[in-house]
């Protein structure tokens, strides 16, 4: 095979029709969308983190900053946007499509055309809760639940924020589709399943999830909207509807989506450990297996949400039953993290330490949830601020940190630029500190019976919120620190070479950023 | 065994303590190994890795161990539930009824108050619903709750071992003024609780207009001391001229009982300006009704 010097150009360099903004919009590499996903879902990453720090400040003094009925649309619109928009698309559609073609020795996805539409149909669908927030009605106050009949008799935009959901579910659909139809059929020649990065791996059980998963979350959010619009009352008891079923189906799709955002992030921690242990996974099979076996056991356990919800006794047990018998597989997965770096040779670049605070982070996020996922402590616990830092610890400890580790393993491969190790571990530093100020005390607070999604509250918890806003503070000055040192590589930083980090995956094989069809010849995977 | 200031306290601490403690144990385990290893295995102190891929009899360990574990703390969870969920059969019962936003809790003899008061040493059940959206009550000292679903009745039971004054919060989020429908939990040597039961509304020295707005959670949005809540005060409404909007125009009228009962009867057909139009059609008989204007009339 020849290969001319076109071939080897980076795929920022612009060819086909469109010039400037248009070959961005119109192209369908999978390396140009997975840049503009990643663009779009840390742009909407700011303005959640606005919100919450928003949020934060009100309650050091309810009534100071903004009014009741402003927090009530300001912690809905933090959570829509942060769930809908940031970490449910999160990790497939920006490093997903950067590097899983990449790395299964793919030229791009399967379907390249259905991925420039994904790309659009996620913009539309941002695009109309947007909207929601400024039009007449006012942004919604539903809290990110939407719970009925509250979100039927609400006057704010609920069906035009709950239409944006809907059109995001679609997009989260076909990116499912586009991902396991990609790893079944563009493998490289010798790529076999077990074979396969474990990045990948968590992405095709995350594919299964969005793709079977979502379309519950769809039919849900049109009955809603057909409750709202022609009054249809499917769950409106005053016309033989039930509130509790609204709950089933929104977790029945809600809970599955929590290993949306985890599981590929727990991909993203499996690919960095092995690289800066310098060592292969400890327990390759298990971790992948297990990826399967959270997003299989994940569909059953949603109504460990509604314990308290007036859902029967017998049917609770059940759920927390099989609540404890998924964590056994993230337990493994933590297992097999640790002892790969049993005997390693660890280099303490920037991507371990976030990866390595993922681990602790998750664990906490993960055993608070055998706490609360227990019958007895839940009656204690559900709708107080334990489930915010449990499920803060989850999110933002969790898929978060795997986030902020991907951005800071892959930059390089993505912008072809290196950035400076110093100001990435002071930021590291502080928005570890930040977090756990921020979020432990919620812990706290919550076991002392402060119920969430209050605007004011008696006057004993004011310690603890006070102390949990001045951890909003500082987590937001690690979070500054870490994005001023990317942007500032992105323009000045010095040129990365192909492979920084010694990584052991395809994406390491070829120029940093890679060519346009990423690989000159198609590779041939041995031993 | 703890025990707390009710029968079901003390179980539910006990199970959170034991779940909590295996919990910390499993991330304090982990946290060393991990720390222990990066430390022993840095870069400077291990220049060589060994590649080390699978162990088999230590993978099933760390699988079937693990699955023990979380067995037995779902066990803990578990072992009182079914005590805590099932009220016994000479139950005191009392009804909740939740509306946004405010709390009702009516007696077996037809009695209403704004305030749970319960006796000590007698088990009490709440039979639970809510008027209009999902509400959820808690009382955090009890360590217990339980949603208020519209058409539907829930319940929670428990047996206050300790007299005192309690916090009883809602916790499912309902709308604008949900951190404020809060109420007391008020339990009380039994004679006192008897003798305030045998009490009628006279006695109370209250006034029936009063405890009308009371019952029917007027209070939770207006007040009777001229403080501005989610709806207009109540002080000195009657007879003055309050500015409205109509049909999207603004007029003023006065505060005669005409205007009072059309906006307790249709809440939406004249907004006092500057306040949302929030207000319920709440259920209110003719005598109800006058009974509350004369109250309103002596609030100058």
């Known amino acids: 095979m020849e290969s001319t010097a076109s071939e080897c150009e980076s795929f920022y360099h612009e060819k086909g029709k469109y010039k400037g903004i248009l070959s961005w919009l119109m192209s369908t590499d999978h390396k140009r969308i997975g840049i503009q996903y990643l663009v779009a879902l840390l742009t909407f990453f700011s303005v959640g983190v606005m919100l919450g720090l928003l949020i934060r400040l009100s309650l050091i003094a309810p009534g100071t900053f903004i009014g009741q009925e402003t927090y009530n649309r300001v912690f809905s619109v933090h959570g829509i946007i942060m769930i809908f928009l940031f970490i449910i698309p999160g990790v497939p559609v920006a490093f997903g499509n950067f590097f899983l073609p990449i790395m299964i020795g793919a030229r791009d996805v399967a379907f390249p055309r259905l991925n420039r539409f994904t790309w659009w149909t996620y913009l539309a669908g941002a695009t109309l809760v947007a909207l929601s927030l400024f039009a007449a009605g006012g942004a919604p106050d539903t809290g990110w639940t939407f719970y009925a009949p509250y979100s039927i008799r609400a006057k704010a935009n609920i069906t035009l924020a709950v239409t944006g959901v809907f059109v995001l579910g679609f997009s989260s659909i076909l990116t499912g589709i586009n991902f396991v139809t990609t790893i079944h059929r563009l493998r490289a020649p010798g790529m076999t399943w077990f074979k396969l990065p474990l990045f990948v791996w968590t992405l095709y059980a995350t594919g299964w999830v969005q793709l079977l998963a979502t379309p519950v979350l769809a039919i849900t959010l049109v009955f809603i909207i057909l409750g709202r619009v022609f009054g249809v009352g499917f769950f409106d008891p005053s016309k033989g509807g039930d509130p509790i079923l609204y709950e089933h189906l929104f977790w029945t799709y809600s809970h599955p989506a929590v290993y949306i955002m985890v599981l590929p992030a727990m991909g993203i921690i499996s690919e960095v450990i092995p690289v800066f242990a310098r060592k292969k996974i400890f327990g390759y099979k298990a971790v992948a297996l297990s990826a399967i076996g959270i997003a299989s056991v994940g569909y059953f356990v949603w109504g460990h949400h509604m314990f308290t919800s007036g859902m029967s006794d017998t049917a609770r047990i059940i759920f927390s039953f099989i609540t404890f018998l998924v964590a056994v597989p993230s337990g493994i997965k933590i297992f097999n993290w640790v002892s790969t770096l049993y005997k390693g040779s660890i280099v303490g670049s920037a991507p371990i330490y976030f990866a390595l605070t993922f681990i602790f982070l998750f664990s906490i996020g993960g055993l608070t949830g055998l706490i609360i996922g227990s019958l007895e402590p839940n009656l204690q616990l559900h709708g107080t601020y334990f489930i915010v830092a449990h499920f803060h610890y989850v999110m933002f400890g969790g898929a978060g940190f795997a986030i902020l580790t991907a951005l800071h393993y892959w930059f390089p491969k993505m912008f072809g630029r290196m950035y400076p190790e110093r100001p990435a571990k002071i930021g590291w530093f502080i928005l570890f500190i930040g977090f756990n100020v921020l979020y432990f005390s919620m812990f706290i607070l919550g076991y002392e019976g402060m119920p969430r999604r209050y605007f004011d509250y008696p006057a004993r918890y004011f310690p603890l919120h006070l102390v949990s806003t001045i951890g909003s503070w500082i987590l937001a000055a690690g979070l500054a620190i870490i994005a001023g040192n990317l942007l500032r590589a992105l323009f000045k930083g010095p040129k990365a070479p192909a492979d920084p980090w010694g990584g052991r995956t395809l994406e390491w094989t070829i120029p940093s950023p890679p060519p346009a069809e990423n690989f000159v010849e198609t590779p041939v995977i041995r031993d | ?300």
């Open chain 2, 1 to 300: 065994m703890i025990l707390g200031p009710s029968n079901v306290a003390g179980k539910i601490e006990t199970s959170f303590l034991i779940i909590t403690a295996a919990c910390v144990v499993l991330l304090v385990a982990v946290t060393i190994t991990m720390l222990v290893f990066i430390y022993k295995y840095n870069r400077r102190r291990n220049p060589v890795p060994e590649d080390i891929e699978e162990n088999l009899p230590l993978e099933v360990a760390w699988t079937v161990l693990p699955t023990l574990l979380v067995l037995g703390m779902f066990y803990f969870g578990w072992v009182d539930f079914d005590y805590i969920r099932n009220p016994p059969k000479d139950a005191m019962p009392i009804d909740v009824i939740a509306r946004q936003w405010s709390w009702t809790f009516k007696y077996q003899d037809g009695r209403q108050t704004d305030t749970l008061r319960v006796p000590v040493g007698r088990p009490v059940k709440l039979v639970m619903t809510s008027e209009d959206v999902i509400h959820s009550l808690f009382i955090p000292a009890y360590r217990i709750k339980e949603d208020c679903v519209p058409g539907l009745k829930t319940h929670l039971w428990f047996n206050a071992d300790q007299t005192g004054t309690f916090d009883i919060f809602c916790t499912e989020y309902c709308g604008l003024e949900h951190s404020h429908m809060r109420a007391k939990l008020i339990a009380m040597p039994a004679t006192d609780f008897a003798a305030w039961y045998k009490t009628k509304e006279e006695a109370e020295g209250t006034n029936k207009g009063l405890e009308l707005l009371r019952t029917k959670g007027c209070l939770g949005c207006h007040t009777t001391d001229g403080t501005r809540k989610v709806g207009p005060t109540f002080k000195g409404l009657y007879g003055s001229n309050v500015t409205v909007v109509t049909n999207g125009k603004e007029r003023t009228t006065a505060a005669n009982e005409d205007y009072i009962e059309r906006s307790v009867r249709n809440p939406g057909a004249d907004v006092v300006k500057g306040y949302p139009n929030i207000m319920p059609k709440i259920p209110v008989t003719d005598e109800e009704l006058k009974e509350i204007l004369e109250y309103l009339e002596t609030l100058k």
